[in-house]
């Protein structure tokens, strides 16, 4: 069952601008986490937020969570063309849970 | 260096046909998890596994199979009860509440 919904699901910018994608899920979360794939690849593992956090950053990403409101963003600051890729969110639920549930992904691209 | 290998990267069925894709990970993780992405959609989960000798049924699990025989290796049948297999297939690993790490993926069609 698809529990995170990434919005918007395609996304295109110019190089330097700042992408921001939203993710809304829909029970109560352990954390939540993002993900990048390049066309044909793995996903790659950008940042984890847990349910007590609000705000974290690594380098030029930085992500936010509202338990309230079930949502999270992820921006992208200096946007550039290497970060053209899809984005996907994931979410941690249950007790002990190993399992994580993703959405269908945001396809960004950067246009140089 | 630390990861998780798949393989192969390609891999062609033929109608009626059993074929296992292969993943192993070197990063001491206990939790494996195998994933099938359709073009243009999120990962859904086929089995997953938290500890040796022992796996689940995700949501997709009907004609699969997996075994967990080794805390590195969880590989994953695709049989031919599997009506619709021509996907591109995610193994991962993680530690509980963790990132996961994914292997660079196995792409199946039926020929």
């Known amino acids: 069952s698809q529990q995170g919904e990434e919005d918007p699901q395609a996304l295109s910018i110019q190089e330097g601008e700042n992408a921001t994608m939203n993710c809304s899920y829909k029970?109560?979360?352990?954390?939540l986490q993002w993900y990048r794939q390049n066309s044909g690849r793995g996903l790659v593992h950008l940042i984890l937020i847990r349910s007590n956090e609000r705000e974290k950053h690594s380098g030029r990403l930085r992500v936010t969570l509202d338990t309230s409101k079930k949502s999270s963003s992820l921006l992208i600051t200096a946007s550039r063309a290497a970060d053209t890729a899809s984005y996907f969110c994931a979410t941690a639920s249950g007790a002990g849970s190993y399992q994580l549930t993703f959405g269908k992904g945001t396809k960004l691209s950067v246009i140089p | 260096d630390g990861g998780i290998t798949q393989s192969p990267k390609y891999l062609f069925r033929k109608e009626g046909q059993n074929v296992t894709l292969s993943c192993e990970q070197n990063?001491?993780?206990?939790?494996m998890y195998w994933y099938r992405q359709d073009p243009g959609q999120g990962l859904r989960l086929i089995y997953y596994?938290?500890?040796?000798?022992?796996?689940q049924k995700g949501d997709i699990a009907e004609g699969y199979s997996v075994s967990r025989e080794k805390k590195e290796s969880f590989p994953l049948t695709v049989t031919s009860a599997q009506k619709n297999p021509t996907a591109f297939y995610l193994c991962?690993?993680?530690?509980?509440?963790?990132?996961?790490?994914f292997g660079s993926g196995t792409r199946l069609t039926v020929v």
């Open positions: 596994s938290q500890i040796v000798n022992d796996f």
């Open positions: 991962a690993s993680s530690v509980p509440l963790g990132g996961y790490t």
């Open positions: 029970t109560s979360i352990n954390n």
């Open positions: 990063l001491n993780h206990d939790a």
